[in-house]
């Protein structure tokens, strides 16, 4: 069964409670769910993990690879900052896409960079809370490609 740990970086654990013009009302409870559903239907055992803290982000990239699973990733502020992010995505050799609720290319410039997107296989972003759904489904895409036992 194709495996799919969905992280999340600091401060979306605030979802749906400050700044909805910029993020959304949805709470990041409400994308989980959302998110699960799908993961159901397309036949994907989904983790689903936040936390506020780098090194704890980079663990759960490193047990990500460890279980040989996918990486969704909403990395929020560690994107433009984290060299510690980027060479754990890119030591442990995960399939990782880049997801981001806002349009970060349309915001401020610090935003425009990122430095785990080059190790990333690709980057959703602007599409609110449908970013995590298409950002599953191009991961799985990519994943069931390169299992052996893909169609
Ligand atoms: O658009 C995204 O998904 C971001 O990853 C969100 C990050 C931001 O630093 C990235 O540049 C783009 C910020 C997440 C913080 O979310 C909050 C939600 C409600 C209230 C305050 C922060």
Known sequence: MTAIHCLNGPNLNLLGTREPGIYGAATLADIERDLRSRADRLDIALTFRQTNHEGELVTFVQEAGAAGAGVLINAAAYTHTS?????????????????????????????????????????????GPYSYLAGLEALAHLLRGRSPSAP
């Open 83 to 127: 060299v510690a992010l980027r060479d754990a995505i890119a030591g442990t050799g995960v399939t990782a896409v880049e997801i981001h609720l806002s349009n970060v290319h349309a915001r401020e410039a610090f935003r425009h960079v990122s430095l785990i997107a080059p190790v990333c296989a690709g980057v959703i972003a602007g599409f």
